[in-house]
């Protein structure tokens, strides 16, 4: 099976975009002062509301996805 020219053509503008996000990423990640913080704790700047209701709301996540099945299969 042989593929068209159509589909390796947006194939490789697929690839090309892709590159192009990576290495801008890349870039953008490198000139940051640190990574790390930013990404996993927002750079520390919640305040202690916001932290309440995202605890809450992925607590309550948590259990729907245990608690829901378990209602259901007693």
Request: net charge positive; with cysteine; proline share 4%.
């Amino acid at each position: 099976m042989r593929a068209s020219p159509v589909t390796l053509m947006v194939f490789l503008c697929y690839f090309v975009v892709l590159i192009g996000i990576s290495f801008y990423a890349y870039y953008k990640r490198k000139n940051a002062k640190n990574f790390s913080e930013e990404y996993y704790v927002a750079g520390r700047s919640f305040g202690p509301w916001i932290v309440a209701f995202m605890w809450a709301t992925s607590w309550t996540s948590g259990g729907t996805f245990i608690g829901t099945p378990a209602v259901y299969y007693a």
